[in-house]
């Protein structure tokens, strides 16, 4: 995983390693071109240690982590969504637009939800279709099926559609 915090360790952008361009686009896209200077950290930061717990089985350590998202305030609407989303727990996108208060949103929901900078730490991992298939994530639907394995959700291997 490639993860972004700022200064006051808010996480930015999160994404694997194999999709940089993209989070990098998304990082961009939300915060500006120019005000983004990346550099190394020698050691992890708070919200890198929450996720390495959270790949160590301490599921629970990425929902401290505060996150700066940028975005409209519709995606920033979604985002928080999926953070009340609980570990183990999946949602459909319909499902989600209702719990905002949007029940025929479910498309822009889903839009939102696919453009989301931060992987993992806001788990849009978690929304399914309707009919409980794995759908849309950006990391692979494999990565999707184990991260939602890892966090003991219970997917039927008939639901990943390729």
Same mark, same amino acid.
């Given at each position: 995983?490639?993860? =972004?915090?700022?200064?006051? @360790?808010?996480?930015?952008?999160?994404?694997?390693?194999?999709?940089?361009?993209?989070?990098?686009?998304?990082?961009?896209?939300?915060?500006?071109?120019?005000?983004?200077?990346?550099?190394?950290?020698?050691?992890?930061?708070?919200?890198?240690?929450?996720?390495?717990?959270?790949?160590?089985?301490?599921?629970?350590?990425?929902?401290? =982590?505060?996150?700066?998202?940028?975005?409209?305030?519709?995606?920033?609407?979604?985002?928080?969504?999926?953070?009340?989303?609980?570990?183990?727990?999946?949602?459909?996108? @319909?499902?989600? &637009?209702?719990?905002?208060?949007?029940?025929?949103?479910?498309? &822009?929901?889903?839009?939102?939800?696919?453009?989301?900078?931060?992987?993992?730490? =806001?788990?849009?991992?978690?929304?399914?279709?309707?009919?409980?298939?794995?759908?849309?994530? @950006?990391?692979?639907?494999?990565?999707?099926?184990?991260?939602?394995?890892?966090? @003991?959700?219970?997917?039927?291997?008939?639901?990943?559609?390729?």
């Amino acid at each position: 995983m490639l993860l =972004v915090t700022d200064d006051a @360790g808010n996480g930015r952008a999160a994404d694997w390693a194999d999709h940089e361009d993209r989070m990098l686009l998304l990082l961009r896209r939300y915060h500006g071109a120019d005000s983004i200077r990346l550099r190394h950290r020698e050691s992890p930061s708070p919200a890198g240690r929450a996720l390495e717990a959270y790949f160590g089985g301490e599921l629970a350590a990425i929902d401290t =982590v505060a996150v700066h998202t940028g975005g409209t305030a519709f995606q920033r609407e979604v985002w928080a969504g999926l953070r009340r989303i609980p570990v183990g727990r999946t949602i459909s996108y @319909g499902a989600l &637009a209702a719990s905002l208060g949007r029940p025929k949103a479910m498309r &822009a929901v889903g839009l939102a939800n696919g453009s989301s900078p931060i992987s993992i730490i =806001v788990p849009c991992h978690r929304v399914i279709g309707a009919d409980a298939s794995l759908t849309g994530y @950006g990391g692979g639907l494999e990565r999707k099926r184990w991260l939602l394995a890892h966090e @003991g959700a219970n997917v039927p291997p008939d639901k990943i559609r390729r």
